[in-house]
């Protein structure tokens, strides 16, 4: 180990050192991961602070099912609306498309289609979401998003809210779907002719 050549391991052992900066690797670890969780605050804000990296402190669903995979796209802001990335075969939107078709132009999140969406009331009523809001009335939408998730209620109550977001999630998805496709036949027409 005391070689003067320089061999793999101990590049990598001093990239190691100079990246953690003299910590030990266990403080550096929930120091980085919740600094990330800051950076990122618009997906990340429902998501429990580390204490330690052993902490167990995930989400409250976990396994490697279709429920927990729905809870943790909703969690973290990443329900597959099409604002963060375009839904397949579709280009991506930053505005509610079906607010768009009301001559309103408001911002596509999940907060948006679970408590906001003027076209989506009735699904929301059916599923509870408006009346839940109500009775948080002087919250904004994001603490009533958050709190939707973080209630501290039994299991099955919670896999109700996931089916509920999930149901509404999918009408969306279903409806742009079929409002845009004529827009995008045209906008192929048009290519073709060009061509």
Not at 85 to 112: A, D, S, V, Y
Not at 157 to 186: F, H, M, W
Request: glycine share 6%.
């Amino acid at each position: 180990m005391s070689s003067p050549q320089k061999f793999g391991y101990k590049q990598s052992h001093l990239s190691l050192e100079r990246l953690l900066s003299g910590m030990p690797l266990d403080e550096w670890y929930v120091k980085t991961t919740n600094r990330q969780k800051d950076l990122h605050v618009s997906s990340c804000y429902i998501l429990p602070p580390k204490i330690a990296p052993d902490d167990g402190r995930c989400l409250r669903f976990s396994d490697y099912d279709e429920p927990s995979r729905i809870y943790a796209e909703f969690v973290t802001m990443n329900a597959g609306l099409g604002n963060r990335g375009p839904m397949k075969g579709f280009k991506q939107h930053k505005w509610c498309q079906l607010c768009i078709k009301r001559n309103r132009k408001e911002k596509l999140n999940e907060h948006h289609i679970l408590f906001q969406c003027y076209s989506l009331r009735r699904l929301q009523n059916r599923h509870g979401l408006t009346e839940y809001a109500r009775n948080l009335a002087g919250l904004e939408v994001e603490q009533i998003y958050k709190k939707y998730w973080t209630d501290n209620l039994p299991s099955d109550v919670i896999s109700g809210r996931i089916e509920s977001a999930d149901a509404i999630r999918y009408v969306y998805i279903n409806t742009v779907k079929a409002l845009l496709r004529p827009q995008q036949k045209v906008i192929l027409k048009n290519l073709a002719i060009q061509k």
